[in-house]
């Protein structure tokens, strides 16, 4: 039996079927504390806690001096040792009880679900846990709150890792309030720029972030007033400066707001409306565009467009800022055929270089009905609980997207699904300034061999105070996550992202 029993019957929990489970499920430990035995025996126990004080006193001068590296090797390995056996383990019982999670047999025993295993970073705690018969994550998913509030977490989300095992995981910390999430360094050259991997900013993991316009082709960004749309969208643009520049990028955008968030970058739009009306046009003309590529494509025996194979055929990337102010506040003839164009833009245009990145406030069905064509979608800080399924998906705030409770000091920050990863993740776009954008349109308008750097290094600090977040630089290292202590099973698949 995997699971562990809780008051089973006198003949089951005799002192020597415990003692030997004990040894059996916890090997690593208890080799440690033999061997710490066997040691004391041979060198004499006064000279090995004298030799333990030593090794405590260098253990925290290395902390203190240089917390990185000491976190990195050793306070990661502590930090999920002792939160397993002194937070996790200790109140487990108890609390997976409290939450209604403990099974009854037949017989009267009461069965637990198996905890199996704690990492740590500094940020959150996983927990691994072996399910009862008969459970299913979506047990678990009813109780997050429930679970996070007994180990005075800031939230729980779960993942499930492999059939049967599921790995809870609590937020101590909130990341973003101590990570510097740093704006990527702007490619310069063309051949730096990889579709599959354009990097705007930080996972709440502190690794970097990129989009995938290869297979995650067209985004959607849902996000209430001033939730950091614009960061994304400039972020992305950054990334994809020097295809610009030397056009293997078109960019059309459609900015309905007057122009007001991209009226800036006008000289290195392949085209830009402002309004409703000259939008509707954009649309068409960008459809008429790709329909014939694809004829002469079809013609040429081309099946498959490839990121920058070709000048002739470029990345035609459509931007429009604010969906509803083309599908819900315009006339209704001009909604009526933009839906239509923009759906065909998103179903047909994947082969022949068409790409779509649209942001909307409200993430409703009347706002976006062709949400489902969008592959990749990213819920920012939203306005109500119920849009968040309506942006990510399904039962995606269940599982953990808490886009409603982003604090409206925390603009970039956004959950997402990806492709293949039941869990959602949070991450970052880095805060891009007018500063920023004037750089990247000198850069993308120049046709100039040399490319002066835009001095930016007072600017990046006035904006980050602009931005209001009290961040401190963090070492990214610093948040591997480490996995400890296991009863045999293999853990590659236990990872914290
Ligand atoms: N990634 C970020 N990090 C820190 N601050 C940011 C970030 N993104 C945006 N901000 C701050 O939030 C403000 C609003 O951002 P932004 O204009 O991008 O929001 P938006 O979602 O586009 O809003 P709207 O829908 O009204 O256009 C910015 O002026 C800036 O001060």
């Not at 709150?145 to 779960?158: F, P, V």
């Not at 937020?171 to 991997?197: G, H, I, N, W, Y």
């Not at 830009?272 to 590529?293: F, H």
């Not at 970052?428 to 061999?449: C, N, P, Q």
Request: glycine share 8%.
């Amino acid at each position: 039996m995997r699971e562990t029993r809780v008051n089973a019957g006198d003949t089951e929990r005799t002192p020597a079927r415990v003692v030997l489970r004990f040894l059996a499920r916890h090997p690593r430990s208890v080799g440690s504390l033999a061997a710490v035995g066997i040691t004391g025996c041979y060198i004499g126990f006064h000279t090995m806690l004298i030799g333990a004080g030593l090794a405590a006193v260098a253990g925290a001068s290395w902390a203190v001096l240089d917390r990185p590296t000491f976190d990195r090797f050793a306070g990661r390995l502590l930090r999920a040792w002792w939160r397993r056996w002194l937070t996790y383990h200790r109140k487990w019982q108890r609390v997976i009880f409290s939450c209604g999670l403990v099974q009854s047999s037949p017989k009267g025993e009461s069965r637990a679900p198996r905890l199996l295993a704690v990492r740590s970073s500094w940020c959150w705690d996983s927990v691994r846990v072996r399910l009862l018969d008969g459970q299913t994550p979506a047990d678990f998913e009813g109780v997050l709150d429930r679970l996070a509030s007994a180990y005075r977490a800031r939230r729980a989300t779960l993942r499930t890792l492999k059939p049967h095992v599921i790995s809870l995981d609590f937020q101590k910390k909130e990341p973003f309030e101590v990570l510097l999430t740093p704006l990527p360094e702007m490619p310069r050259e063309e051949s730096a720029v990889d579709l599959s991997r354009l990097p705007i900013g930080q996972d709440e993991y502190g690794r970097e972030f990129a989009l995938n316009f290869v297979d995650g082709l067209h985004h959607l960004l849902a996000g209430a007033p001033g939730a950091g749309k614009g960061s994304w969208m400039w972020g992305l643009l950054r990334a994809l400066a020097p295809w610009i520049r030397s056009g293997r990028v078109r960019l059309w955008v459609i900015d309905p707001k007057g122009g007001m968030e991209f009226g800036q970058g006008e000289g290195m739009f392949h085209r830009l409306a402002t309004d409703d009306t000259s939008g509707l046009d954009l649309a068409r003309e960008y459809v008429d565009t790709l329909d014939e590529r694809k004829e002469t494509m079809g013609r040429q025996g081309r099946r498959n467009w490839t990121p920058g194979d070709s000048a002739e055929y470029p990345l035609d990337l459509l931007v429009i800022d604010e969906l509803a102010s083309m599908t819900e506040y315009a006339d209704r003839d001009i909604t009526r055929e933009f839906e239509r164009l923009l759906s065909k833009a998103l179903a047909q245009f994947r082969a022949v270089g068409g790409r779509v990145v649209g942001a909307t406030q409200e993430p409703t069905k009347d706002v976006i009905p062709m949400r489902g064509l969008f592959p990749t979608k990213v819920a920012l800080r939203l306005e109500e609980a119920s849009y968040v399924d309506m942006a990510l998906g399904e039962g995606v705030r269940d599982r953990g997207a808490f886009a409603d409770q982003i604090p409206d000091y925390m603009p970039g920050v956004a959950y997402l699904t990806r492709e293949g990863h039941r869990e959602p993740l949070r991450v970052r776009a880095a805060y891009t300034t007018d500063d920023d954008i004037t750089e990247l349109v000198r850069f993308a308008t120049s046709h100039d061999a040399t490319v002066l750097d835009f001095p930016t290094g007072t600017d990046s600090a006035d904006s980050a105070e602009a931005a209001d977040t009290e961040q401190t630089e963090t070492e990214t290292d610093s948040l591997d996550v480490e996995y400890i202590e296991d009863d045999g099973d293999e853990d590659e698949d236990f990872d914290a992202a």
